[in-house]
C-alpha cells in the first residue's frame, strides 16, 4: 500500500524492519534510516527481500524531510533516540507524513514527564489530515491500550491502575541495560512521579516497593518509579485516583547501580576531562555492552501488564492483564531480546491501523486516546497474545 520510513537502527529498530517485513501487504516500501549507515545495513541483510538503506539526522528537520520525500513516504515510524522526537514530529507535518514513536520526547539536560510539547503539535497534524500515534511501545504503548480496553469493556468506573512490568531474563552480563542506557539510568533514579489520591506525588527513587505475583515468573518485588504513561493514563482515563508503574531489578543490578551513582558515574552534568569535558552517563553508555547485542545472550520472560480495579454493575471488581513474552522466542523470529520486541510490534501494529484506515484519526494522540478495539483484536497476531484473570 505505502512505504514506511523507520528512523533508528537500534534494538527496536531492528524489530521493527523485521516485523515491518512480515507485511509486506500494507508496508509495500521500507526504508530504515539511522545516523550510521552499516547498522541499517546488517539489519537490512538479516531480512528477506527488498529494504533500502539511507543515513539521516534525526535531530535535523531539513534532514528527514529531504528524505521522507526520496522515499516517498506515506508513515514514520521513529525509533531513534527520545531527543529526535519533536524535529521528527515537524518534518511529519511538513511532508503531511503520519508519525509514530515508542517514547516520551525529551530535551537533552533536562528531564521532563509530560507530553505537552508532542500533543501540541496536534491542531497541525489535524490540518494536514495525518495521525501521529505517540508513545506506542510496551510501556508506555500496550499498557495504555490496555487501560482504554479495560475502560470500554470491564468496568464502569476504574479507580486505579498498577502498571506492572517484569523483565525474568537473564543476558549473563554483570551489568547491562536491556535498552538506551542513558534513558533507563536516568528514569531508574529520578524523583518517582507517581499519581495516587488524585494528585501527583513525589517520592525518592528506590523508596518504595511491593510484592507481585507475576504470571510466568513467579512472586517478585517490584520498585515504585516514574514513567511516562502514569501521567497520561492519570489525563486521559476519567475519574482513576491511583495510576503508579513498578518495575522489578535483581539485587546484582541494583548493587551495581548504587555504586555508579555514588562515584558519580550517572551524571548528565559535564566535568572537565583532559582539557575537554565529558558527561559521565554517556561515557558509562559507551563502556556498557550495547542494547542492540543482547539479544543472543538473553533466556527467559517478561510479564508486562496492568493490575486494574474499579466498580462495574455496583460491585467492586480488580483484574489483572498481562503479556508474557519468551527471549529466546524473539531472537529465533526478529533477532532481537523480549524488551526490544515488546517496543517494537506495537509500533508496527499501529503503524498498520494508521495506513489501513482503523487509526487514522487526523491529530496527536496518546494510545489510550484511541479505540482499543483493533489494536486488541490484531497484537496476539503480532506476537504478543494478552491474557487475563479475576482477581
Ligand atoms: P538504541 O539506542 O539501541 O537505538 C537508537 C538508534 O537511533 C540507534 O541506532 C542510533 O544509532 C539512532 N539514532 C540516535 N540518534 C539519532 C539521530 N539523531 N538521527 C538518526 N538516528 C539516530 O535504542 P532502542 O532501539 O533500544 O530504543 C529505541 C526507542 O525506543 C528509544 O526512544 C527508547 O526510549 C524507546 N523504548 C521504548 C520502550 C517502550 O516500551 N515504550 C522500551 C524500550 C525502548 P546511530 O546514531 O548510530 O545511527
Same mark, same amino acid.
Given at each position: 500500500?505505502?512505504? +514506511?520510513?523507520?528512523?533508528?537502527?537500534?534494538?527496536?529498530?531492528?524489530?521493527?524492519?523485521?516485523?515491518?517485513?512480515?507485511?509486506?501487504?500494507?508496508?509495500?516500501?521500507?526504508?530504515?534510516?539511522?545516523?550510521?549507515?552499516? %547498522?541499517?545495513?546488517?539489519?537490512?541483510?538479516?531480512?528477506?527481500?527488498?529494504?533500502?538503506?539511507?543515513? &539521516?539526522?534525526?535531530?535535523?528537520?531539513?534532514?528527514?524531510?529531504?528524505?521522507? %520525500?526520496?522515499?516517498?513516504?506515506?508513515?514514520?515510524?521513529?525509533?531513534? @533516540?527520545?531527543?529526535?522526537?519533536?524535529?521528527?514530529? *515537524?518534518?511529519?507535518?511538513?511532508?503531511?507524513?503520519?508519525?509514530?514513536?515508542?517514547?516520551?520526547?525529551?530535551?537533552?539536560?533536562?528531564?521532563?514527564?509530560?507530553?505537552?510539547?508532542?500533543?501540541?503539535?496536534?491542531?497541525?497534524?489535524? *490540518?494536514?489530515?495525518?495521525?501521529?500515534?505517540? @508513545?506506542?511501545? !510496551?510501556?508506555?504503548?500496550?499498557?495504555? #491500550?490496555?487501560?482504554?480496553?479495560?475502560?470500554?469493556?470491564?468496568?464502569?468506573?476504574?479507580?486505579?491502575?498498577?502498571?506492572?512490568?517484569c523483565n525474568g531474563g537473564d543476558h549473563g552480563? /554483570? =551489568?547491562a541495560?536491556n535498552?538506551?542506557? $542513558?534513558?533507563?539510568?536516568? $528514569?531508574?533514579?529520578?524523583?518517582?512521579? @507517581?499519581?495516587?489520591?488524585?494528585?501527583?506525588?513525589?517520592? %525518592?527513587?528506590?523508596?518504595?516497593?511491593?510484592?507481585? *505475583? =507475576?504470571?510466568g515468573i513467579?512472586?517478585?518485588?517490584?520498585?515504585?518509579?516514574?514513567? $511516562?504513561? &502514569?501521567?497520561?493514563?492519570?489525563?486521559?482515563?476519567? *475519574?482513576?485516583?491511583?495510576?503508579?508503574?513498578?518495575?522489578t =531489578?535483581t $539485587?546484582?543490578?541494583?548493587?551495581?547501580?548504587?555504586?555508579?551513582?555514588?562515584?558519580?558515574?550517572?551524571?548528565? /552534568?559535564?566535568?572537565? !576531562?583532559?582539557?575537554?569535558?565529558?558527561?559521565?552517563?554517556? =561515557?558509562?553508555?559507551?563502556?556498557?555492552?550495547?542494547?542492540?547485542?543482547l539479544g543472543?545472550r538473553t533466556r527467559g520472560v517478561t510479564c508486562?501488564?496492568? +493490575?486494574?480495579?474499579?466498580?462495574?454493575?455496583?460491585?467492586?471488581?480488580?483484574?489483572?492483564?498481562?503479556?508474557n513474552c519468551v527471549h529466546e522466542e524473539c531472537f529465533?523470529? #526478529?533477532?532481537?531480546q523480549a524488551v526490544s520486541y515488546t517496543?517494537?510490534?506495537?509500533? +508496527?501494529?499501529?503503524?498498520?491501523?494508521?495506513?489501513?484506515?482503523?487509526?487514522?484519526?487526523?491529530?496527536?494522540?496518546?494510545?489510550?486516546?484511541?479505540?482499543?478495539?483493533? !489494536?486488541?483484536?490484531?497484537?496476539?497476531?503480532?506476537?504478543?497474545?494478552?491474557?487475563?484473570?479475576?482477581?
Amino acid at each position: 500500500m505505502g512505504t +514506511v520510513l523507520i528512523i533508528g537502527a537500534g534494538g527496536v529498530g531492528r524489530v521493527v524492519a523485521h516485523k515491518c517485513a512480515q507485511d509486506r501487504e500494507v508496508f509495500s516500501g521500507i526504508c530504515l534510516a539511522s545516523r550510521t549507515l552499516s %547498522k541499517c545495513q546488517q539489519i537490512a541483510s538479516e531480512i528477506d527481500g527488498d529494504i533500502q538503506t539511507a543515513t &539521516v539526522d534525526g535531530d535535523s528537520v531539513s534532514s528527514v524531510v529531504a528524505l521522507i %520525500k526520496k522515499v516517498g513516504a506515506e508513515v514514520l515510524i521513529n525509533v531513534a @533516540s527520545p531527543y529526535q522526537n519533536l524535529p521528527i514530529m *515537524e518534518a511529519c507535518v511538513q511532508t503531511g507524513v503520519h508519525y509514530v514513536d515508542t517514547s516520551l520526547d525529551d530535551v537533552r539536560d533536562r528531564i521532563k514527564y509530560d507530553y505537552a510539547d508532542q500533543l501540541g503539535f496536534g491542531p497541525r497534524f489535524k *490540518e494536514q489530515g495525518i495521525t501521529g500515534v505517540l @508513545s506506542i511501545g !510496551f510501556d508506555p504503548g500496550v499498557v495504555n #491500550v490496555y487501560c482504554a480496553h479495560a475502560q470500554k469493556h470491564w468496568f464502569d468506573s476504574i479507580t486505579s491502575i498498577d502498571i506492572i512490568d517484569c523483565n525474568g531474563g537473564d543476558h549473563g552480563y /554483570e =551489568f547491562a541495560t536491556n535498552f538506551d542506557p $542513558e534513558t533507563n539510568i536516568r $528514569e531508574i533514579l529520578a524523583d518517582v512521579i @507517581s499519581f495516587q489520591d488524585g494528585a501527583l506525588q513525589i517520592t %525518592k527513587a528506590l523508596e518504595t516497593r511491593r510484592t507481585f *505475583e =507475576f504470571p510466568g515468573i513467579g512472586t517478585r518485588e517490584a520498585y515504585l518509579m516514574t514513567h $511516562e504513561e &502514569v501521567l497520561s493514563i492519570a489525563e486521559f482515563i476519567p *475519574e482513576v485516583k491511583h495510576v503508579r508503574f513498578w518495575m522489578t =531489578f535483581t $539485587e546484582k543490578y541494583l548493587t551495581h547501580l548504587r555504586v555508579l551513582e555514588n562515584i558519580g558515574m550517572t551524571s548528565i /552534568e559535564p566535568i572537565p !576531562f583532559e582539557g575537554g569535558s565529558i558527561v559521565p552517563l554517556r =561515557f558509562l553508555k559507551a563502556l556498557l555492552p550495547d542494547p542492540a547485542t543482547l539479544g543472543a545472550r538473553t533466556r527467559g520472560v517478561t510479564c508486562i501488564g496492568c +493490575v486494574i480495579e474499579g466498580q462495574q454493575n455496583g460491585e467492586p471488581k480488580r483484574v489483572m492483564i498481562w503479556n508474557n513474552c519468551v527471549h529466546e522466542e524473539c531472537f529465533a523470529e #526478529v533477532q532481537s531480546q523480549a524488551v526490544s520486541y515488546t517496543t517494537g510490534a506495537p509500533a +508496527v501494529l499501529a503503524a498498520r491501523l494508521v495506513c489501513t484506515g482503523e487509526w487514522a484519526v487526523p491529530g496527536v494522540f496518546c494510545p489510550e486516546q484511541l479505540d482499543p478495539d483493533p !489494536f486488541m483484536n490484531a497484537i496476539g497476531e503480532m506476537g504478543l497474545p494478552w491474557q487475563t484473570r479475576n482477581e
